[in-house]
């Protein structure tokens, strides 16, 4: 081998060498994200629960749709333990179902959010602890959605709430209507307040809402 020969195969060398950590690393990274955790819908803490779901209305009225994302996918990520590819999948299929639901103003129009909802449900389903009918729930889901538009009382959509508790948890009774209509009761509260909704109002909502989720948790058979 002459030395021009022997200086290629040293750079060829130093270069395969350049190469191998930053790809093991993407290699390490793509693993970690797309390996398969033992993903719980039951596992979730109610104070958490309700803290963020009352900090992702907040983004979604003021249209910070990349905060609703993060928060959908810290709920997703860190509360019910799914992957790291399956909380970005969860969260983006949640925030592009609100976010097309948004602009609509009747029923009819409100339907182009229910195949977005109905692959939200159905990406949850494999961590449901009983059988999921994604369809049934996301039109449940869209139903109460809808309800809180048409001057329904929440007493009355926080049943269909309810339901779709017992479609995704296989529980029910009188603590998950409870939960439903508590937490319909937030989203009226809000609803009644608006823009004018102050830092302490928006603390007294989260605070009926990890009610609710207290009351779901509650009713789980793991956490009796």
Do not use: C
Request: charged share 25%; hydrophobic share 45%.
């Amino acid at each position: 081998m002459g030395l021009s020969d022997a200086a290629g195969a040293i750079r060829r060398s130093r270069a395969t060498r350049r190469y191998r950590w930053p790809l093991a690393l993407l290699a390490g990274v793509a693993l970690y994200a797309g390996l398969p955790r033992r993903a719980d819908l039951t596992a979730f803490d109610p104070t958490t629960m309700g803290a963020t779901e009352a900090a992702m209305w907040r983004d979604y009225y003021d249209k910070r749709y990349l905060d609703l994302f993060a928060h959908l996918y810290g709920l997703a990520r860190d509360e019910f333990r799914f992957s790291p590819l399956d909380s970005a999948r969860i969260a983006l299929a949640a925030a592009r179902a609100a976010r097309a639901f948004q602009p609509t103003t009747s029923r009819v129009e409100a339907q182009s959010a229910l195949p977005l909802l109905i692959d939200y449900y159905g990406l949850l389903s494999p961590a449901a602890p009983v059988p999921l009918d994604s369809e049934a729930a996301a039109r449940r889901g869209l139903d109460w959605w809808q309800a809180r538009r048409e001057a329904v009382p929440p007493e009355r959509y926080g049943l269909t709430i309810a339901a779709v508790t017992t479609l995704v948890y296989g529980v029910e009774g009188e603590s998950i209507r409870r939960a439903g209509i508590l937490r319909a009761q937030a989203m009226a509260r809000r609803d009644a307040g608006g823009a004018a909704l102050t830092n302490a109002d928006w603390s007294q909502i989260a605070d009926q809402l990890v009610a609710a989720y207290d009351l779901l948790k509650r009713a789980l058979p793991e956490a009796r």
